[in-house]
Each structure stands twice: as structure tokens, then as C-alpha cells.
């Protein structure tokens, strides 16, 4: 089986707006109450008329901002029309030859072990606005469809991607990263179990087939709701293809695009039935919106206005923190919030990398264990950092602080946690480093007083023989530091 | 241009437009709407080479609104005009074809 | 004195007097339609009840002695094609036969707020598409001057309306000229705003880029108040202009110093009814007693106005048409084989033949293959139209024209040739392409007596030009007092 597998993906996202793309109507996901969120406007009543929101062209552009697109100076909408129950109007506003936004590229990294990335190109990012909700009756008994138009008017970004992408793994990478983007611009929620993020799939193969490139029919695969569905559905596809191929022979431009849905039960693509006529879409402007034009000094605020992308906070982190890639990814990829975490937490006990190893240690395993977000965390910043900050100074061990933040994390009353409470465990405790060497020697001296034939077993030769005198006089000093307590054990042991 | 319209472009036409017309009434529209066309064939004798097309009657543009929540209505005004629904949902015939 | 064929301006001072309530005003009213609407057939729904709850509201209000608003218990009839909520609003069609808006149009509740009594809903074409209302789903409106001969369209109910005595004051619309060929057919006044003047939010859309809501009334000063009371930025429509409105009503009176009115050579055409032109000319010798210069100026395109308008409006007709589908409102089809199958059924039946073929016409204009060489083409060549009219204001202040090449036509007259009917619209489609206000005021009767209408046009945003303009040849005329004799 040799061939490549050629991949474009068409995302749409659902912005984050309180609002419609066009009218007042919230755009809270509420599938329970169907057809309450509307109004004249969003149910395309007869006289009722359309008026841009602000904030989701802000958002749109912020967006396309961050992929690296160039944004139009002038752009405008236009009705793309077809027929559907959840389509009210009976047309769609969106944008079809002057998008606000095109030729950008999303960097993916392809392999998190040596960092390695690659350039995804971007033909374009348009704004339109997303229907309603048609829910079919699946008992074969013929019963009516239900049409809910809560959602119909929700603003959506369709970001399309030139086929860059090589194989599913990979089309996987690029939707994580353009999700990890998008949260951490708070643009969307990219929540895929609401529709807030939804995927269709260009997919070919190319077939090397001694020393030339045989291309076969491109397939559109439709209903993809979740980044592992995505990844079954162009293997499966590929692999299908290539069968088909070596059936048929078809090759690229023979046939029209094909479009078929992916059946997650069976994992399987099947062929989708579409009307020929129908793509008929006449779009021209919508001559009830208005054209929006575009200002440097618009543009130029939201670059300023802009947050770190995860990209560029990945390779911050790797220096300013010694990561490795990986450990960086880890960080970066669960989201602004986690990554926000870490920060702070090294920003309070000024040890970067002593922070990222305990968020993502110890954090991410009691989180993970304890099925605690990372915002439901009991433990936050202010108080985990100054937990660390005690170990970093030497006020207590490493084995103490992991002891604390146990004890914390049981508490039976969860308001109980603070810096206060920290210093209360260490003093109950006796978890304090001795600082005072002057003591420690007395105890060491007296340990070895009382342990003469390891002593002499030592001295014998028998270099082992010091765990047990180590371990005898962190017995007796609780808050000692193993590190200095065989430094100075092995001293006098040498006099 | 300079189309003449016939029965089989009518009937084309009619399906993208989603209009059952009679046979009558195709015949009619074929020699009427083709009429139509050879009268605004005349558009050919303007040359608008550079002309940037007028979309809107008055030229605005940015026109924007805040993104603040109106009140949406209720479910039952909402529905009021709907010829079959089931007072939650507005019903349509099973859908068969896909978009 | 009596209440019916009074202006606007003489019934708001005897209610302001206390000469007269809002409740005998209304009650004549409604009188008036019940003695006449049988042979006019201009309304659609006579809104006794709400109406006359209006007007007993604005009564004890002024009884009172709370503010009460600019139209304060004048009665307005209402173009059938302007949601009003609560009132069943049909546009004239039978797919829409039994909607009821749940919500108000703009215009509307600028009517409520100035205290106007809604008096009725008025017969139109079907969806605004006609020149004649004999395109309405449900009865033909007739002409109160000759009842064999259509009172124009496609606001012909609202026209026929004010001409008959049944309103004051009406709305109407007006795409192509739907406001100011009736108006002159009926022999009232009738105008169109700027483009943008108006908010569009709650009038069902024909052609979006061209459609603005206007005035009728009995006289100028009628029209010039409505037009205040209506026009102003409304943030619900993307269109409307952000920009104040004069207060027409109080300038209206005042004659214009140096008035420049302008004749286009290009619309001395052959065509043009030799009384109709007779009737310009003689409406250009009252202006010029008045002391007015007459300039010829050139509209190069004006030949073309008509191809460009039934290539863009059918096109938005046919995408704003899109909606009425049998699903969320609006006529469905009782038999049909599936969901594509009820669409088609649905609209086959709920749509008339003159808004079908304007479906297709403009489906066809936009579909693929077709859209640059007819779409496309119609959007550049409107440029042209509006630049000649750019040109043209540098030099004048009102261009003045027939409102319609020929007396109103004879029911049925058009049915078998709608390009014949189309090309009627040589004089007002202009306005509209290039998004000019314009008006039609009464000037005089051919010798069948039937009336001819006097249309200026002005730049954008000249409305109050235009109005003074127009008030000095009603005051220098005669025309303005005449009533159809029924």
C-alpha cells in the first residue's frame, strides 16, 4: 500500500458571543427549551432584516489575526441559497468572493519529542451565520421532522485549510493546536458535544505507482463531531479509496465530489445522496447588510490587544522554564488555564522549573484521580506556590512538601486551605529543616556513639553501612535535610 | 446572452426555485420571461468596462450593533403562524435528502 | 365643514379645538369605507375595532390636556405589506393569507407613537410586484375617478384610499414607483424617500436595495407631516441612515427663492401621451410664473432604467421570496409527495403568476452561468443611471417629469403583455435605482378626466426641497381640492 493521503479540513467554529450574528437573540446552547431564543429576525420572518454584531467581527478578526491571514480592507456579505427546514430565509448570509479574511497558515507541531512543526496553509476564513436544528425520526415509521431555531443565526467562522495535511494523525494535530488557539484567544468554547466546533474533511490519495502520482476522486466526509472520529474517518477513507481505486481505477476530475457521512458505530464512510441541482447556490450581496471596510489603526489595536499564542508560549516556556519539548506540550496543550496555572505558581516560588514539575506531576495526577478541573483545583496558585517556595528555600524537604500538599488536598473542609495552614502542618509536624548545624552534630555524634560496629563496619570498607546511620539520625531530626545530614555525617565519620 | 428560454430551461429553472408550474404555465413563462430577456439583452449596448457594480441605493458601510441581548419571544408567538407544529417544534414532512 | 376630503392639516386643528373628536373623525371614516369600499375595494381589513379604541384613547388624552403626538387621532390607512402585530398583514398573497405578525414594522410604531389612528390595511399586487393591484391574491382595486380603470399600484389601496375619502392619510411603498404612479393615477399626493430615510424593519421585502415606505395624502402638507412622523435612523435596519430629520411640516409653506426645476430631454420619448406631456408642460409654465428657471439637462441612461430595474429587483425578489416555503408561516400545500415536493406544491399554489414569474426571471438572472451577464451588468449600469442624476442635480434643484407616460389603463389591460406594463415605469425607476426621493402631486385631468401626476425628483436627502417645491405648485394650482365624484 503505498500512497499519501491528501487532507484539507473546512472548521466551523461558533463564536463566543452573547448574541446572534444578527439579531438580540442569546446564543446560549439550550437544546431542552427548543425555539425559545428567537425573534423576527432569526426565524426570517417577512419584513424582518439583518444588523452585524460588533463583537463577532471583532472576534472573527482577532481570529483570523492569529492564523496569520490577510485581512481584507473591504468585505461584505452574501446570500448563499438553498432550501432546508433549518434555513429559514431560505438563504444563508455569508461571504462567498470577498471574505474578511484569506492565505493565512496554522503551525502544528508533528512530533512533541524534537519539536518538529510544520506550516498548515489557510485559504481562507469567512463569517457566516450557522441554522437551526432539524431532528429526523429515526423509528422508520415516516413521522414528521422537528425544527428547533434556537441555534439558527449563532455566529460561526468557517476556517479552510489548503490540503496541506498528510495523514489522519496529522489532520488530528491541526485541529487540536486551531482548538487550543481558539480557547486561548476566547473565541470559542470549542465545545464539539455542542456544535461549537464542527469538521468536514477533504480527503484524496495519492497513489505512487512506479515513479508517477496517481490522484483519486476527491470525497468530502460530513458529520465529523469529535477529533478521534476525524482520525477513523480519513484512515477508513483512505484505505477505501485505495481499494476503490484499485477496483474502478477512477483518478481525480473523473468524477464530481463526492460527499459521505461518517457512520461512527460501523466506522465507515457511506456515500451521501445529494441532488445535482442543488448546488445551484446563487450567491450575490446581500443588499440588506452593508459592506464592512477595514482601518489600519482597527487592525493595528487588535494585534496589540492580542494574547500569547500557544505556539509562541510553548517556546517560552522551553527557555525560560529548561523544558523539553514535551514537557512544554503537556503544559501548553491543556489550555490557557493550566498553562496560566503553572505560571503563577512559578512566579510566587521563583523556581520555573521546579513549578512545571509539580503541576504536571503532581497536579495533573490528583486532578486526573480526583476528576478535578483544573479551575476546581483546591489547591491554587497562591497557596501551591508558596508551598514550593518553602522547598525551594530549604525550609523543608521535597518529601515534606508533597506531604503538605496531600494533607491539604484531604482536608476535610476545603476552606481550610492557605498559606496559614501551611506553616501550621510544618510546625505540628516538625517538618521545619534545622538550620542550626550546631544541633545536628549533637545528634549525629550521638548516633555514632551508639552505633560502633557500623562505624566500624564503615570504616572497614563497608561504604553501605552509612544508609542506616543516615536514616537513624533523620529519625531523630524530623525537619532535617538528608542532603546536609550525610554531608556532615560522612565528616565526621572522616575525622 | 441573447438566450431564448424554452420549456426545458423553464422547467430547470422552476426546480431551482422551487415552483410547481403547470405545463400552461410553463409555456406561458417561456414566451413571456423570454420576451423579457431579449428586452434586457439591450443592456449590451452600454459599455461598463471599469463601472464598479451598485449593490446599494444609498453607499453605507460599517454599520454594526452592540452584542447585548434583546429579549427573544416567546415560544408561542414564535410558532403562532406555523402550519403544522406540535407547540414545541415546527414539523416538516420526513427529510429524505441530505443538504 | 365636512370631515371627509379635508386635509390632514384642517382636521388636526378642530380636534386640537375641540371641534371634533378623534372618535367622530375615525367613526366618518370608517362610515366612509363601509358606503364605499364596495366599489373601490381598497382595503384588505378595516381595523374598526382597534381604531376606533385609538381614537377614544387620544380623546381623552387631549381632554386631558396630556401631550399627545404629531398625528394625534388622525386616521392612517396601511399598506398591506407593513407589518403591523396582531393584524393579520398578507402582502395580498395567499401564502400569506392568514399571517399575523407577532411583532410591529418601524413605521408602525412610529405611527403608534405619534398617536395616529390605524385605520386599515389596503389592498396592494401581490408581494408590491404590479403596476395596476390587479396582481392581489384576493380583489381588484378600483380607480375612484373610473371605476373600469385601475387606480395604479402596487399601492393602489392606499392611493385609492386617500382619493375616495376613506383616509387622510395612507403608507404605501413604493420599488419602482409604486407609491407615485398611483398617486398621480388617483390624484393625490405620494412620495418616496431617500433610500435610507425610512427603516425598512417590518416591511416585507420585494427588491431590498430599491423598496422605501412614503406617504400619501390629500395634500402636501399632509404628506410633508406622515413623512416626518416615519422617517428617522432606526438601528434594526443596516440601511437606514444615521442622519437628523428636518421637521417638513414646518418649512413646507415656505416657497423656494431661485427654485432651478429641471426637464430630462430623454423623457420627451415616443410613448409619451400627448395630454400627459401637454400636462407637463403646462405644470413647467406655473413654475416659471412662479419664478422659477427651467433647465434641460440629460439622463443619457434613462433608456435603460427599466432593463436594469426587472433584472435587480425579480433577482432580490427571488432570494427574499426564498422564505415562504410552507415551513415556519405561510400557506402548505395539503397534497404533496415529500419535503422538496411540499416546498414546490406550497409555493406553486401560494404564489400568483406575476410574483412567479418575477421568481423566475430573477432565479434565472442569478443563476450559474447567467449572473455577470445579467446581474451583474444591471448593478454597473445602475451607476451610470445614478451618476447621470449626480450630474444632473449639479445644475438643478427638482427634475420634473409625468409620473407615468399614460392615463391609468383600463382593468386587464395589461394581462396578456407585462413587458408593455413594465415599461410604464420609465418615469419613477430611476428614482429608485438611484435612490433619489421623489413625489407625485396632482396636475390636472385629461379629457376623459382622468388624472395626471406632476413627479419631482430630487438629490438624496433633498426631501425638504422637494416638498416646498411641490406645495408651491399645489398652492398655484387647483388640482389639490378636486375629489372623485362617487
Redesign the interface.
Known amino acids: 500500500m503505498d500512497y499519501t493521503t491528501i487532507i484539507g479540513l473546512e472548521v466551523h467554529v461558533q463564536l463566543q ?3 446572534k450574528i444578527f ?4 446564543t446560549k446552547f439550550n437544546p431542552d ?8 429576525v432569526c ?15 471583532d472576534l472573527a478578526v482577532k481570529t483570523a489575526t492569529a492564523i496569520n491571514c490577510q485581512i481584507a480592507r473591504f468585505t ?1 456579505w452574501d ?1 448563499k ?5 433549518d434555513l ?4 444563508q448570509i455569508s461571504q462567498y468572493d470577498l471574505p474578511f479574511s484569506h492565505d493565512g497558515w496554522l503551525e502544528i507541531v508533528i512530533n512533541k519529542e524534537t519539536g518538529e512543526k510544520k506550516k498548515i496553509g489557510i485559504i481562507r476564513a469567512h463569517l457566516e451565520e450557522d441554522a437551526g436544528k ?4 429515526e423509528t422508520g415509521r ?8 434556537n441555534r439558527a443565526g449563532t455566529p460561526l467562522l468557517e476556517i479552510v485549510s489548503h490540503p496541506d495535511l498528510r495523514s489522519a494523525q496529522e489532520a488530528k494535530e491541526y485541529l487540536e493546536e486551531l482548538k487550543l488557539l481558539l480557547t486561548y484567544l476566547e473565541v470559542s468554547d470549542c465545545n464539539m458535544q455542542e456544535g461549537s466546533l464542527r469538521c468536514d474533511a477533504n480527503v484524496n490519495v495519492h497513489i505512487h505507482r512506479d515513479g508517477q502520482k496517481i490522484a483519486t476522486p476527491l470525497v468530502e466526509i460530513k458529520n465529523l463531531n469529535s477529533f478521534r472520529n476525524v482520525e477513523l474517518a480519513i484512515e477508513f477513507e483512505a484505505d477505501r479509496q485505495y481499494r476503490q481505486w484499485q477496483q474502478d481505477g477512477m483518478t481525480f476530475g473523473a468524477v464530481l465530489k463526492e ?1 459521505r ?1 461518517y457512520d461512527a458505530v460501523r466506522n465507515i464512510t457511506v456515500a ?4 445535482e ?2 448546488s ?1 447556490y ?1 450567491y ?2 446581500d ?7 477595514i482601518e489600519e489603526a482597527y487592525l493595528q489595536n487588535v494585534i496589540d490587544s492580542m494574547v500569547e499564542f500557544p505556539a509562541a508560549r510553548r517556546t517560552r516556556f522551553i527557555q525560560q522554564y529548561q523544558l523539553s519539548n514535551y514537557d512544554a506540550a503537556v503544559i501548553i496543550d491543556q489550555g490557557v488555564v493550566f498553562a496560566n496555572f503553572v505560571e503563577h505558581v512559578a512566579k510566587i516560588c521563583g523556581d520555573g522549573k521546579q513549578a512545571c514539575n509539580w503541576v504536571t506531576q503532581d497536579v495533573l495526577r490528583e486532578m486526573n484521580d480526583r476528576k478535578l478541573t483544573i479551575e476546581g483545583f483546591p489547591i491554587q496558585p497562591p497557596v501551591l506556590g508558596e508551598i514550593l517556595k518553602r522547598v525551594n528555600d530549604k525550609k523543608i524537604t521535597i518529601k515534606s512538601g508533597r506531604e503538605i500538599f496531600l494533607n491539604l488536598l484531604n482536608s476535610e473542609d476545603l476552606s481550610t486551605i492557605s498559606v496559614a495552614r501551611i506553616d501550621q502542618i510544618i510546625q505540628e509536624q516538625g517538618l521545619s529543616i534545622v538550620a542550626d548545624s550546631g544541633q545536628l552534630e549533637a545528634v549525629i555524634v550521638g548516633v555514632l556513639a551508639k552505633n560502633a560496629k557500623a562505624v566500624a563496619d564503615f570504616k572497614g570498607g563497608k561504604q553501605s553501612a552509612v544508609g542506616s546511620l543516615i536514616g537513624q539520625a533523620m529519625k531523630e531530626m524530623k525537619g532535617a535535610d538528608p542532603a546536609t545530614v550525610r554531608e556532615l555525617l560522612l565528616k565526621k565519620l572522616a575525622e | 446572452m441573447a438566450e431564448t428560454l424554452d420549456a426545458e430551461k423553464v422547467r430547470k429553472v422552476a426546480v431551482l426555485a422551487r415552483l410547481k408550474l403547470s405545463e400552461a404555465e410553463i409555456g406561458d413563462y417561456a414566451t413571456k420571461l423570454g420576451n423579457i430577456l431579449k428586452y434586457v439583452d439591450t443592456l449590451n449596448e452600454v459599455n461598463t468596462e471599469g463601472v464598479v457594480p451598485m449593490v446599494h441605493a444609498v453607499e453605507l458601510s460599517n454599520v454594526f450593533r452592540a452584542d447585548e441581548v434583546q429579549p427573544s419571544l416567546p415560544r408561542a408567538a414564535a410558532l403562532q403562524n406555523a402550519p403544522k407544529t406540535d407547540g414545541t417544534f415546527f414539523l416538516v414532512p420526513q427529510i429524505l435528502e441530505d443538504k | 365643514m365636512s370631515i371627509i376630503g379635508a386635509t390632514t392639516g384642517e382636521l388636526l386643528s378642530r380636534l386640537e379645538r375641540g371641534e371634533l373628536t378623534s372618535v367622530e373623525l375615525t367613526t366618518a371614516y370608517l362610515d366612509r369605507i363601509a358606503q364605499q369600499d364596495d366599489r373601490v375595494s381598497a382595503f384588505l381589513t378595516v381595523n374598526t375595532a382597534e381604531a376606533l379604541q385609538q381614537a377614544a384613547d387620544v380623546d381623552r388624552r387631549r381632554q386631558a390636556k396630556q401631550p399627545v403626538g404629531l398625528l394625534a387621532g388622525i386616521p392612517v390607512a396601511i399598506k398591506d405589506v407593513l407589518c403591523t402585530k396582531g393584524l393579520k398583514t398578507t402582502c395580498a398573497s395567499r401564502m400569506l393569507a392568514n399571517f399575523i405578525p407577532p411583532y410591529d414594522a418601524h413605521v408602525i410604531t412610529q405611527l403608534r407613537n405619534a398617536d395616529a389612528v390605524l385605520i386599515g390595511k389596503t389592498n396592494m399586487d401581490e408581494f408590491a410586484m404590479g403596476s395596476t393591484t390587479e396582481t392581489s391574491a384576493f380583489k381588484i382595486t378600483r380607480n375612484p375617478w373610473d371605476l373600469d380603470r385601475t387606480p395604479g399600484g402596487s399601492s393602489g389601496g392606499s392611493a385609492a384610499a386617500v382619493a375616495a375619502g376613506m383616509s387622510p392619510l395612507a403608507l404605501g411603498t413604493d420599488t419602482g414607483g409604486s407609491i407615485r404612479q398611483p398617486a398621480g393615477f388617483c390624484s393625490v399626493v405620494g412620495m418616496k424617500p431617500t433610500y435610507g430615510r425610512v427603516s425598512r424593519f417590518g416591511m416585507v421585502a420585494y427588491g431590498s436595495s430599491l423598496d422605501q415606505i412614503g406617504p400619501f395624502a390629500n395634500d402636501v402638507n399632509g404628506a410633508a407631516l406622515l413623512a416626518q412622523v416615519i422617517a428617522g435612523h432606526d438601528g434594526r435596519d443596516s440601511t437606514s441612515v444615521n442622519a437628523p430629520v428636518p421637521a417638513y411640516s414646518q418649512t413646507v409653506n415656505q416657497p423656494l427663492a431661485g427654485l432651478r426645476v429641471g426637464i430630462a430631454k430623454e423623457h420627451f420619448v415616443e410613448g409619451l401621451n400627448p395630454e400627459v406631456e401637454q400636462t407637463l408642460r403646462t405644470a413647467l409654465q406655473v413654475y416659471k410664473s412662479l419664478g422659477a428657471e427651467i433647465k434641460e439637462v440629460s439622463l443619457p441612461h434613462t433608456s435603460y432604467g427599466v432593463a436594469v430595474y426587472y433584472l435587480i429587483a425579480p433577482s432580490e425578489a427571488s432570494s427574499n421570496l426564498a422564505r415562504y416555503d410552507g415551513v415556519h408561516y405561510g400557506h402548505r400545500a395539503e397534497q404533496f409527495s415529500n419535503m422538496i415536493d411540499m416546498y414546490a406544491t406550497s409555493r406553486g399554489e401560494g404564489f400568483g403568476s406575476e410574483v412567479k414569474r418575477r421568481i423566475m426571471l430573477g432565479t434565472y438572472a442569478l443563476s450559474a452561468g447567467y449572473y455577470d451577464a445579467y446581474y451583474l451588468k444591471a448593478l454597473k449600469v445602475r451607476r451610470l443611471i445614478r451618476q447621470d442624476y449626480d450630474k444632473a442635480f449639479e445644475q438643478i434643484d427638482v427634475l420634473a417629469s409625468p409620473a407615468s407616460p399614460n392615463p391609468p389603463s383600463k382593468v386587464g389591460e395589461y394581462s396578456a403583455n407585462p413587458l408593455a406594463m413594465y415599461l410604464e415605469d420609465i418615469y419613477t425607476i430611476g428614482a429608485n435605482l438611484a435612490g433619489l426621493p421623489g413625489i407625485s402631486v396632482p396636475a390636472g385631468f385629461t379629457e376623459a378626466g382622468l388624472p395626471v401626476g406632476l413627479q419631482l425628483l430630487a438629490a438624496p436627502f433633498e426631501e425638504e426641497k422637494l416638498l416646498r417645491a411641490a406645495r408651491m405648485y399645489e398652492l398655484a394650482t387647483k388640482w389639490q381640492g378636486q375629489r372623485a365624484a362617487l
Open positions: 458571543t452573547n448574541t439579531c438580540g437573540c442569546s427549551n427548543p425555539n425559545v431564543q428567537t425573534c423576527p426565524l426570517g420572518l417577512p419584513g424582518s432584516l439583518p444588523v452585524m454584531n460588533r463583537h463577532a467581527f461584505k446570500r441559497q438553498y432550501y432546508y427546514p429559514p430565509k431560505g438563504y432539524n431532528t429526523h425520526d415516516g413521522h414528521d421532522s422537528q425544527v428547533d431555531l460527499t457521512g451521501q445522496r445529494t441532488k441541482n442543488a445551484d446563487r450575490f450581496p443588499p440588506d447588510l452593508v459592506p464592512v471596510t
